[in-house]
T-cell receptor, first 117, second 116 residues
Framework: AQKVTQAQTEISVVEKEDVTLDCVYE???????LFWYKQPPSGELVFLIR??????QNEISGRYSWNFQKSTSSFNFTITASQVVDSAVYFC??????????????FGKGTKLSVKP | DSGVTQTPKHLITATGQRVTLRCSPR?????VYWYQQSLDQGLQFLIQ???????AKGNILERFSAQQFPDLHSELNLSSLELGDSALYFC???????????????FGPGTRLTVL
């Protein structure tokens, strides 16, 4: 069965600290995609990154970086030098190309990140 | 701004009533997805339409239905509303959405439904 686990319910850091949000997934598909979305206090869901199962290269975008490890079924997200504007709920999601979810997103429960000034 | 629009932004209604939520996908996107976000269930997929046809169903109640029109906008109809239906309803769109493809889904701002 497909599943996404975000074990950290809430994280609180002080501005400029680095923070890593964990995501562990389960799937039987060999072709799948992983996503991160951000939900700021205003409520919308903002797309951050999409990764396919064949591309294990880490990605960096400004202060954001993602570490994909198939061996441990993890897709972790690191924010470097956090800022107050990073305060949000972050969701990790899985989508299978041919499996039960057929392209629909299976979300983790989310990690609420609070960055204090 | 994702390019996906949803109306209304907020909706307050009573138990037993029926409401319609509307979604317009990004220009060029053929697939529309509906998700429900509640405190106890988290974000759950409800239903997907691709170019006017139902493509996949998730945890959607029989009291809920949806459709996608020729201009590709979609409506989610919720009837016989219960207190537990209070939630944030998101619409998302993607370019394709057929088996074997997984395009990025871009989400609208959501409709917050409150059932009193």
């Amino acid at each position: 069965a497909q599943k996404v686990t975000q074990a950290q319910t809430e994280i609180s850091v002080v501005e400029k600290e680095d923070v890593t949000l964990d995501c562990v997934y389960e799937t039987r598909d060999t072709t799948y995609y992983l996503f991160w979305y951000k939900q700021p206090p205003s409520g919308e869901l903002v797309f951050l990154i999409r990764r396919n199962s064949f591309d294990e290269q880490n990605e960096i975008s400004g202060r954001y970086s993602w570490n994909f490890q198939k061996s441990t079924s993890s897709f972790n997200f690191t924010i470097t030098a956090s800022q107050v504007v990073d305060s949000a709920v972050y969701f990790c999601a899985l989508s299978e190309s041919y499996g039960g979810s057929q392209g629909n997103l299976i979300f983790g429960k989310g990690t609420k990140l609070s960055v204090k000034p | 701004d994702s390019g996906v629009t949803q109306t209304p932004k907020h909706l307050i209604t009573a138990t037993g009533q029926r409401v319609t939520l509307r979604c317009s996908p990004r220009s060029g996107d053929l697939s529309v997805y509906w998700y429900q976000q509640s405190l106890d269930q988290g974000l759950q997929f409800l239903i997907q339409y691709y170019n006017g046809e139902e493509r996949a169903k998730g945890n959607i109640l029989e009291r809920f239905s949806a459709q996608q029109f020729p201009d590709l906008h979609s409506e989610l109809n919720l009837s016989s509303l219960e207190l537990g239906d209070s939630a944030l309803y998101f619409c998302a769109s993607s370019v394709r959405g057929t088996s074997g493809s997984t395009d990025t889904q871009y989400f609208g701002p959501g409709t917050r439904l409150t059932v009193l």
